[in-house]
């Protein structure tokens, strides 16, 4: 039996994952933040783990290591509704094995567990990123340069903090529409 500690501020999500985990015979704990993640880490080392990308006001990317310093042997998926190059970059640097844009299937998550190797039959776009998203990306960019601090990113950006963080609430599409006729 494999066990996984979930870790979403969505406590509805988190608890539809446990279901889904628990019918595939999954032995579940969740937590709604980094402080309690961590102290159900240390009672009981976890094999994996699933990790939301934003845990409230604190970021999931601070959770990575301090799970492994925890339980080095642990494997570690980001799912996050703000998926971004920056953030998927630097989740693999702090060790995750996997990083996952929601939606995703529990099915899904279970194979980012499994996964080894990187691909190299990888699905290439052949259409490059909308204005939108390279905003995105950079704006993500320069935030995790900055260790998630909106206020010194707002001043590299040279952009009022309250336009950054509506900026942050959106999330882009990944390419345009395509010209029709």
């Not at 709604?32 to 409230?56: F, I, N, W």
């Not at 909106?150 to 001043?155: C, F, G, K, N, W």
């Amino acid at each position: 039996m494999s066990d996984i500690l979930i870790v979403d501020d969505d406590a509805a999500l988190a608890g539809v994952l446990v279901r889904a985990f628990s019918r595939r015979g999954w032995a579940c704990r969740q937590a709604h933040d980094a402080a309690s993640a961590l102290a159900l880490a240390q009672q009981q080392a976890p094999r994996q783990a699933l990790v939301d990308l934003k845990l409230g006001e604190d970021s999931g990317l601070r959770l990575v290591p301090a799970l492994l310093a925890l339980a080095p042997d642990c494997r570690i998926v980001m799912l996050t509704g703000y998926a971004s190059i920056a953030t998927a970059i630097e989740a693999i640097k702090l060790g995750a094995v996997h990083y996952l844009a929601k939606p995703a299937t529990v099915d899904e998550i279970i194979g980012a567990f499994d996964r080894l190797q990187g691909d190299s039959e990888a699905e290439v776009e052949a259409q490059p990123l909308s204005m939108d998203r390279l905003e995105w990306e950079h704006i993500q960019k320069v935030l995790a340069e900055q260790g998630g601090n909106i206020s010194a990113t707002a001043r590299l950006l040279n952009m009022h903090r309250r336009t950054l963080q509506r900026k942050l609430s959106k999330r882009p599409s990944p390419n345009p529409p395509t010209r029709q006729g």
